[in-house]
């Protein structure tokens, strides 16, 4: 929901490369993990690369999955021909 708006955003303001499409998909998945569960020691921990908490360990998972799509949707956007020998 949030990949989108983000996208046509970068687009008008002329900024839709590799590594905004990166950075804008490491973000989101970090909001979407920020949202399903917070640190229970409060962002101190998140700050602080506590990774004995769940949920700190949750949210850079998610990012690390958001930075993922991203990579792939703009393989599919820039439709890099695959080479087969």
Known sequence: MLAIPAF???NRLGLVNLWST???GLVIGGIMGAFTEQPQ??????????VA???VRRICALATIGAISALV???VR???PVRTT
Do not use: C
């Open 22 to 24: 990166l950075v804008a």
């Open 53 to 55: 908490d769940h949920a």
């Open 41 to 50: 020691t409060g962002w101190d921990a998140f700050i602080h690369a506590g």
């Open 8 to 10: 046509f955003a970068l």
């Open 78 to 80: 820039t439709e890099i």
């Open 73 to 75: 949707f703009w393989f």
